[in-house]
């Protein structure tokens, strides 16, 4: 037998303000509209609701029944009704990206979201930090879309896949005082000053931050202490005060706020490293072998 939800709901308004006469007025019709219903609702149902014997109004045990089933139906039809009316809206709703990035890729994870946007401007982007320790658990887990690190951070686990989005280019961020007139690195000077690192714990032979310490060991300046940061912005702070040395990406502006603080790039060879987008649903790899082809074009 077929419903309509309309004579529960007139019927929950007769039982909540106790009369055919006041549920009218709460429906805006008639009071002999409101009877009605409630009247073909009982024939419908076969059942007596609202004791009409007494000159006090009574609901009977049925209609106790009928009216709190009736007041969990109408909060389900009001739910599904709302949820009708958000269908267009949820058709024209961007679709939102989320990326993660680990402390110091926030550039690369910045051009990353501008160039999807240029590719689906329809698409909305949300950034934030993740710290390596759950990094890949929690993209496993779907929390989120896109986490933007170096390579090696992926090297070795399976069903993760990794897709390149830049190229880091890397060189000694170097405070002014351990120069001399000439240009020259003062040695003595940087020997007894810390070298600031990243604190990368998924690495292998081919990390950066060990060819760095090869270089600076075959270029004769020493250092006496390596001190391990978790981003690339603690490293300037640090070298603008305690005048030691930093790996540092070029792309990477120096704020203007460190006036001491310089990237020393005479005779270091350049170091670079693949930026990756690491993934693991497949809908992601495809829209990034799209942006990989929307770049390629650009």
């Known amino acids: 037998m077929n419903y309509n939800i309309l004579p529960f709901k007139y019927f929950v308004d007769v039982v909540e303000t106790q009369g055919f006469t006041s549920a009218a007025k709460r429906n805006f ?17 076969d059942v007596k609701l609202i004791d009409r014997s007494t000159s006090h109004f009574m609901v009977t045990p049925a209609g106790e029944v009928l009216y709190h089933d009736s007041i969990k ?3 389900d039809y009001q739910s599904f009704a709302d949820n009708l009316k958000n269908l267009k809206h949820s058709e024209n709703q961007k679709h939102v990206l989320k990326i993660r990035y680990l402390r110091g890729f926030g550039y690369w994870a910045t051009v990353l979201a501008n160039n999807l946007q240029e590719l689906d401007p329809t698409m909305e982007i949300q950034l934030d930090t993740e710290s390596f320790s759950d990094s890949i658990t929690r993209l496993d887990a779907g929390d989120y879309d896109i986490l933007v690190s170096f390579s090696t951070a992926v090297s070795k686990i399976k069903n993760i896949n990794s897709s390149p989005i830049g190229m ?15 240009g020259k690195v003062k040695t003595r000077v940087v020997k007894k000053k810390p070298l600031f690192l990243q604190k990368w714990t998924a ?11 090869i270089i600076l060991k075959k270029m004769g300046i020493s250092y006496s202490e390596v001190v391990y940061l978790d981003s690339f912005d603690s490293a300037t702070a640090n070298v603008e005060l305690s005048k030691g040395l930093a790996l540092y990406p070029r792309e990477f502006s120096i704020p203007d706020f460190y006036p001491n603080v310089l990237k020393y790039i005479p005779k270091f060879p350049d170091l670079q490293y693949d930026v ?9 790899g495809q829209l990034l072998i799209k942006y990989e082809q929307y770049m390629e074009g650009k």
């Open 203 to 213: 690495t292998d032979s081919n990390d950066v931050q060990q060819k760095i310490r």
């Open 73 to 75: 139906l109408i909060k």
């Open 276 to 284: 990756v987008a690491i993934h693991k649903k497949p809908e992601i």
């Open 168 to 182: 880091a280019n890397f060189c000694i961020l170097a405070n002014k005082d351990i120069f001399d007139k000439e």
């Open 29 to 45: 019709i008639s009071q002999t509209a409101i009877s009605n219903s409630v009247k073909n609702l009982e024939q419908q149902l």
